[in-house]
DNA sequence: CGCAACGTTGAAATTCCTCAATTCACGTGG
DNA sequence: CCACGTGAATTGAGGAATTTCAACGTTGCG
């Protein structure tokens, strides 16, 4: 350990970040905590369409979101783009950029966001003296692979409703993880983000969204949503063709 | 480096192993490539459909295809199922287990495949030593989640023919970067197992196959394929709707 | 208050899927 | 070595889901 803080030429700044809640749940002392801490850079903070980083963007960072909404999106040479996800308060955001140490798309903020820049550099040094530190960034990433495939197997064997479901199910856990109503929430993005993320056109997702409504799902008022049948979307969900 | 050397309590097993091909272009001295190398198992061999595991078994290792082509699935509750990736020979698999050490998919051999163990532990404690690996890990992990993601692109807003000539150029990228040649190959999957992976159906990859070829831009004898015009199919891939 | 962006709804068009009939490729056994 | 059988691939026709186009409603901001 003493080893580790001799190796403390980290710059010292922020002193609540969301650093320090994801590694929370891994039991590390004081001194391992406060080492964590003098990672982070103080916050900064996004309003609804600033770009967090832009595709192209030279990678040296990763994000942990304090505040708000994020959405990521790929560009195709044609115009199209995807929306690869949606991040919200307490995720990490930036994965992507670490194979070319260029940034793979745009992150968008939907609403007032607060983040904490984590130098990536920084990161790698100090996982190699925090075993704990290593395998938690190792399971972040994985875990990101693992969230990819599962939207893989929505766009790829799923039907719009069923999708939408999926979609409402997804947030509403993740609402709850962070202490939200896992039944009522506001939609921080457009019907067309959202269709662009599900592999639907605006159009498609509206008409799914008035249909779980007129059989008793949930009740929309645009964006504001309410889960009225929670076990009713995950029986749609099960539902195979 | 004494004290890299002196962490050596791993065991020696294997000489060549596709890790050491990996890490190649690292530059690493000779001293850590033969740390690298004393890290590998004996390779193993597979079956056409064989598992080389389970979605919920136990994760401990990454696995170093050296010959050979696997799928990898994932299972949805109601039996649907979804390729989310071939692998072939040079590619690392396994990495979505790291999250939860738990395996997220099946990987099984589409035809006689020779893997190298990668134990993951081991994995983690050296590259904590070496630096150089442990970016290289990092950005393995992160090129796979750029990969789903541009995956994703596909299956979320291109059509049938569109995500065909993508896959096939995919293809021909990764057979020519492991030396094959970039216009003549094997397809060594299904129909199905194709358009799992695309979100079409098995009739509809047949008829964009044959359509290709009405059109003259491949030659198709069932698995056999030829690319006669990859720039066609370039073409085919970045018309917008 | 009015404009502009966003959302909803309807009808027509299109893409892809489903079902069904053949054909083809390949391995096994006569 | 060939015939046969089986599973895979191809092809066609009809139908279903989603998209496209278009009109109209709603929301919220200047």
Known sequence: MQQIVGRS????????CSLRELCMPLGLSDAEM????????????FKRGDFLYRSGDRFT???????????????????REQVTGFQMAGEIIGLDAISSDIHACDAIALEDCEVCELPFAQLESLSRDLPILQRHLHKLMSREIVRDQSIMLLLGS???????AAFLLNLSERFTAR?????????RMSRE??????GLKLE???????????????????????ILNPAGLQECLNKSR
């Open 9 to 16: 030429h980290l710059k010292v700044t922020c002193s609540v």
């Open 34 to 45: 406060e080492l964590l801490e003098s990672l982070s850079s103080p916050k900064s903070t």
């Open 61 to 79: 960072s990763l994000y942990a979101i304090r505040m708000g909404f994020f959405k990521t999106q790929v560009l195709h040479e044609d115009g």
């Open 158 to 164: 799923m039907r719009a409703e069923e999708r939408l």
């Open 179 to 187: 202490g939200y109503s896992p039944t009522q929430f506001q939609l």
């Open 193 to 198: 983000e959202i269709g662009s993320y599900l």
């Open 204 to 226: 498609t997702v509206s008409r799914a969204f008035s249909h779980f409504q007129e059989i008793g799902l949930i009740k929309v008022q645009v964006k504001s949503i309410h």
